[in-house]
């Protein structure tokens, strides 16, 4: 195989993407400088930096689980959770800086789901990155005017009993779904729970896997 | 309480949406009160402003082209976009 691709497509038909063979930008500089200069006056450290960025690429989903896997088993941290769902989430270790969550709690007569339609607001400390089709306009756009087809997409389907509620991150909030507790699931432990939360479930476009 | 967003386009960092801007909704609850964005994006000294979330129902939104008029979308609106009907 080579591997000088040039312009070629993978085996898959996707185009290789090209190597970054181009001077540092505006931007790139400037933040460069800006970290530089910030170490150098002691404000921060390299290991400091360091630390951050990989405590923000250990962020996943599996936080979020334990989160709502506690409040389906402990009803007083549930209604802590309802009431002050930044302050909760800290209990777990979870910290949420200065944004404010908000939680959302499906019930058999209510499906919550999440969006931010401006960009793409997320509850990065309990879910991690974003997924791409989050963050793109296709479901930006059409899940707050057809909630029941997208979600149908998503392999959803919601009876007409149940009341969709689209909530879009416009400003300082953030969000995170409290999924309906699946049945038969009364013997799990607070972890075994964990493992049938998916990321998906926590944003409303799925439900928890079964037991 | 019902409230209308105000239909104003102001150019900049607005963070209120287009497709809600002349709809009516009720106060879902008060989040307290938040820089405004709209001067905090440009490094201005930013006011405090009350911020809302809103809940419209879907007919209000998208009328005839909305898939169950009881569905509805939330958001975060600042009181300066809001006024009382």
Redesign the interface.
């Known amino acids: 195989m080579p591997h000088d691709h040039n312009n070629e497509l993978s085996s898959s038909g996707h185009p290789y993407r090209k190597d970054q063979d181009y001077p540092l930008t505006y931007w790139q500089n400037l933040e460069i400088a800006v970290r530089e200069i910030l170490i150098e006056k002691n404000i921060t450290s390299e290991t400091e930096i360091q630390l951050t960025i990989e405590e923000m690429d250990n962020r996943s989903p599996s936080n979020g689980a334990k989160v709502i896997a506690k409040a389906w088993t402990d009803p007083e941290y549930k209604r802590r959770l309802l009431i002050d769902a930044s302050a909760a989430s800290k209990e777990l270790g979870f910290d949420i800086g200065p944004l404010?969550l908000i939680a959302l709690e499906n019930t058999k007569n209510i499906h919550n789901v999440i969006v931010c339609?401006?960009c793409s607001c997320y509850p990065r400390n309990l879910l991690g990155l974003p997924p791409d089709w989050y963050k793109q306009r296709s479901y930006r756009s059409r899940i707050?005017?057809?909630?029941?087809?997208v979600l149908k997409e998503f392999g959803l389907n919601l009876s007409?009993e149940i009341?969709?509620?689209?909530?879009?991150?416009?400003?300082?909030?953030r969000y995170i779904v409290i999924p309906l507790r699946p049945p038969q699931t009364e013997s799990l432990s607070e972890e075994e729970l964990t493992k049938l939360i998916t990321r998906d479930s926590m944003i409303g476009v799925g439900v928890p896997k079964s037991a | 309480m019902r409230v209308k967003v105000k239909q104003m386009f102001p150019p900049g960092h607005v963070r209120t949406p287009f497709y809600l801007r002349g709809k009516t909704g009720e106060i879902e609850r008060e989040l307290g009160y938040f820089k405004n964005p709209e001067e905090l994006a440009y490094g201005l000294n930013a006011n405090k402003q009350k911020l809302y979330r809103v809940r419209f129902s879907m007919s209000e939104i998208w009328g005839e082209a909305s898939e169950a008029s009881n569905d509805t979308v939330d958001a975060e609106i600042y009181e300066h976009w809001l006024e009382k009907v």
């Not at chain 1, 707050?144 to 087809?149: D, F, L, M, S, T």
């Not at chain 1, 009341?163 to 909030?173: E, F, G, I, L, N």
Request: glycine share 0%; no cysteine.
């Open positions: 404010k339609t401006l707050v005017k057809q909630p029941r087809n007409e009341t969709v509620r689209v909530h879009d991150s416009t400003a300082d909030m």
